[in-house]
Protein backbone atom coordinates (compact mmCIF):
# COMPACT_ATOMS: atom_id res chain seq x y z
CA UNK A 1 0.00 0.00 0.00
CA UNK A 2 1.73 3.46 -1.13
CA UNK A 3 1.89 6.25 1.80
CA UNK A 4 -0.82 8.34 1.11
CA UNK A 5 -1.45 11.21 3.97
CA UNK A 6 -5.07 10.40 5.44
CA UNK A 7 -7.35 12.59 5.23
CA UNK A 8 -8.27 15.46 8.00
CA UNK A 9 -11.07 14.22 9.97
CA UNK A 10 -14.04 16.52 10.29
CA UNK A 11 -12.88 17.80 13.57
CA UNK A 12 -9.28 18.70 12.25
CA UNK A 13 -11.11 20.56 9.21
CA UNK A 14 -13.44 22.31 11.25
CA UNK A 15 -10.61 23.69 13.74
CA UNK A 16 -8.88 24.70 11.08
CA UNK A 17 -11.57 26.39 8.97
CA UNK A 18 -12.57 27.75 12.62
CA UNK A 19 -8.88 29.83 13.29
CA UNK A 20 -8.98 31.15 9.59
CA UNK A 21 -12.22 32.45 10.50
CA UNK A 22 -10.79 34.47 13.21
CA UNK A 23 -7.69 35.13 12.07
CA UNK A 24 -7.67 38.75 11.78
CA UNK A 25 -4.20 38.58 10.50
CA UNK A 26 -5.79 37.21 7.34
CA UNK A 27 -7.55 38.93 4.58
CA UNK A 28 -10.83 39.32 4.82
CA UNK A 29 -11.89 37.26 1.89
CA UNK A 30 -10.21 34.42 3.30
CA UNK A 31 -11.60 34.32 6.29
CA UNK A 32 -15.05 35.27 4.66
CA UNK A 33 -14.25 31.93 2.71
CA UNK A 34 -13.71 30.39 5.58
CA UNK A 35 -17.09 30.37 7.30
CA UNK A 36 -18.93 30.15 3.84
CA UNK A 37 -17.11 26.48 4.11
CA UNK A 38 -18.25 25.92 7.58
CA UNK A 39 -21.93 26.94 6.10
CA UNK A 40 -21.53 24.38 3.48
CA UNK A 41 -20.90 21.72 5.54
CA UNK A 42 -24.30 21.45 6.69
CA UNK A 43 -23.51 19.48 9.99
CA UNK A 44 -24.34 19.52 13.69
CA UNK A 45 -20.61 19.95 14.66
CA UNK A 46 -20.04 23.50 11.76
CA UNK A 47 -23.33 24.96 13.25
CA UNK A 48 -21.93 24.90 16.68
CA UNK A 49 -18.78 26.28 15.46
CA UNK A 50 -20.19 29.15 13.55
CA UNK A 51 -22.48 30.11 16.40
CA UNK A 52 -19.44 29.90 18.53
CA UNK A 53 -18.15 32.12 16.17
CA UNK A 54 -21.03 34.49 16.26
CA UNK A 55 -20.78 34.77 19.85
CA UNK A 56 -17.31 35.75 20.48
CA UNK A 57 -17.29 39.58 20.75
CA UNK A 58 -13.50 39.68 20.05
CA UNK A 59 -14.14 38.71 16.45
CA UNK A 60 -15.03 41.44 13.79
CA UNK A 61 -18.50 42.67 13.54
CA UNK A 62 -18.98 41.73 9.93
CA UNK A 63 -17.64 38.19 10.55
CA UNK A 64 -19.84 37.25 13.19
CA UNK A 65 -22.73 38.80 11.50
CA UNK A 66 -21.99 36.28 8.42
CA UNK A 67 -21.55 33.51 10.98
CA UNK A 68 -25.00 33.95 12.50
CA UNK A 69 -26.20 34.18 9.13
CA UNK A 70 -24.63 30.63 7.75
CA UNK A 71 -25.53 29.39 11.06
CA UNK A 72 -29.35 30.21 10.43
CA UNK A 73 -28.87 28.71 6.94
CA UNK A 74 -28.35 25.26 8.52
CA UNK A 75 -31.33 25.77 11.27
CA UNK A 76 -33.58 25.93 8.22
CA UNK A 77 -32.59 23.10 6.39
CA UNK A 78 -33.59 21.12 9.40
CA UNK A 79 -29.47 19.87 10.86
Not at 26 to 34: V, Y
Not at 67 to 74: D, F, M, N, P, S
Request: net charge negative; glycine share 6%; aromatic share 0%.
Amino acid sequence: MPDTPEEPTQDEELKKLANIATDTHLDKKIRTQAINLLGDMDTHEALEVLLALAGNEKNITEDRELALKRAQGIVKKGR
